[in-house]
């Protein structure tokens, strides 16, 4: 592990008490059943967290160990697969996918290539014309039934890269084309090739019945306000679960996504993970800037960050992966409601990450336990602060915030009960203190920020009403 790997791990081990603390704030506010977290940098696994519960109905506890359904994250370990058979010469990616199932010759589909599947470049309809099995008013196609879509009329909606259009339709074809060339079934092949090898004993292809205890129910979202959430039963995805169909956990996932940075040949050579992160994909609509996707992979640029991954929206479950192959850093965040922030909270624990490690190395502060006394989340009227040690720095940040790192002060000693908020242009209390009221046994009783007075959260929850009642 290079230096600046090693330094990584060790700011990140050491924030990660507050980044679960922040994982749950904002679970909380979302009311959001539950969340399964994990970071690794390098080898090191520095955080494995499980927030809320399992199961809505029955209040069963979370833990690391429960199964979720991963969704298009399969699209990665899919396309992992067709590298490790284009590496060993028994497939090209130029190969017309009717080469291997020819059920698609004669078709607008026969010609469109393995690469340009791989890409969501072949112009395939999503999903059909009746995909009413992502909300399970049917069951997911068979194979049969998914050649039926593929050979139908409207099967091809644009040409081969006139846009890039995702099609879950395409990768499930992509599972075809691996039968067929390994002449072993998808699920039995990935398992074989790409989760055996990394030892991923809560990772497979397709909902397994035998561990149906071991899954976090899915939940419904909340509608319009609503408060309830009902939960939803697993499926199998059938013929689609190249596309759609893998389990696994937080943990697992960052040892998968670990296997995708450099010098790592346990699943693919440097060449063929550099030319899954390549841009195969240009998305851009309505002015926006645009997005970039590989083959099988995700790419978004996110500060100096590089970052390649996937996510994946499963009746009941929304989860995302982001990897930073250079910075050797693997995050990944699933949720078990159909509208859970994964995105937002994998891209907020990046945010907290690098906020943590840009405070400089050589500074001189006091000792970490020191600072540790004056950390903690406080509220008041307006909502809520928090006072967090990160990279051996405090400071001063607004956890509800949907960039939790965005808007941050940072925190200096001046005594014993005194924090002077640092010098800057801005709207809040720059420049002025943070004063500590302390109780008796030596807690934090209240702190003045700015000039206002906040307290411990749990203490301004009991404090609120008589506040409030004039």
Do not use: C
């Not at 084309?177 to 030892?199: D, K, N, R, S, W």
């Not at 939940?219 to 306000?225: K, M, S, V, Y």
């Not at 940040?397 to 002060?409: F, R, V």
């Amino acid at each position: 592990m290079s230096t600046t790997v090693a330094r990584t791990a060790d700011v990140a081990a050491a924030a990660a008490s507050y980044l679960e603390s922040w994982l749950e704030h904002q679970r909380r506010r979302q009311r959001v059943p539950g969340v399964q977290a994990a970071v690794r940098v390098g080898d090191r696994l520095v955080l494995d967290s499980a927030l809320g519960v399992a199961d809505v109905t029955t209040g069963q506890p979370l833990t690391p160990r429960h199964l979720f359904r991963i969704a298009s994250h399969s699209k990665t370990f899919t396309a992992t697969a067709v590298l490790q058979l284009v590496e060993a010469g028994r497939l090209r990616l130029d190969d017309p996918v009717a080469q291997w199932v020819p059920a698609l010759a004669g078709t607008p589909l026969a010609a469109v290539t393995v690469r340009e599947l791989l890409g969501h470049q072949g112009g395939v309809i999503r999903d059909g014309a009746d995909n009413d099995f992502w909300q399970l008013l049917r069951p997911f196609p068979d194979e049969a039934g998914l050649l039926g879509i593929a050979t139908a009329g409207d099967a091809a909606t644009f040409a081969p890269n006139e846009h890039f259009k995702y099609s879950n339709v395409g990768y499930s074809l992509l599972g075809l084309v691996i039968e067929a060339v390994t002449g072993t079934g998808y699920a039995a092949h990935v398992q074989a090739a790409v989760v055996g090898p990394l030892g991923l004993a809560d990772t497979g292809p397709e909902w397994d019945p035998a561990r149906s205890g071991q899954y976090a129910a899915g939940h419904t979202g909340l509608l319009d306000g609503e408060d309830t959430r009902l939960t939803i039963p697993h499926v199998d995805t059938r013929a689609m679960g190249a596309a759609t169909g893998f389990f696994s956990t937080a943990r697992d996932l960052t040892r998968y996504g670990a296997a995708h940075v450099p010098g790592d040949t346990t699943l693919l050579s440097d060449a063929s993970k550099r030319l899954m992160r390549r841009p195969e994909s240009e998305i851009r609509a309505h002015g926006q800037d645009p997005r970039y996707y590989g083959l099988g992979l995700d790419l978004r640029t996110l500060g100096e960050r590089r970052l390649i991954g996937h996510s994946g929206g499963y009746p009941g479950h929304i989860t995302r992966t982001w990897i930073d192959p250079d910075a050797q850093l693997v995050v990944s965040v699933l949720t078990n409601a159909i509208d859970g922030p994964a995105d937002a909270l994998a891209r907020g624990l990046l945010a907290l990450l690098d906020l943590a490690l840009a405070a400089p190395e050589d500074a001189a502060r006091p000792a970490a336990a020191e600072l540790q006394r004056l950390t903690g989340r406080f509220a008041n009227l307006w909502g809520v602060i928090d006072v967090a040690l990160l990279g051996g720095r405090l400071v001063l940040l607004h956890p509800s915030a949907p960039e939790p790192a965005e808007e941050y002060a940072e925190l200096t000693v001046e005594d014993a009960d005194t924090l002077g908020l640092e010098t800057m242009a801005g709207f809040g209390s720059a420049g002025e203190t943070v004063r500590y009221e302390w109780a008796a046994d030596g807690t934090v009783r209240s702190i003045r920020a700015g000039g206002i007075s906040s307290w411990p959260l749990e203490a301004y929850r009991t404090r609120r009403s008589a506040q409030v009642a004039g």
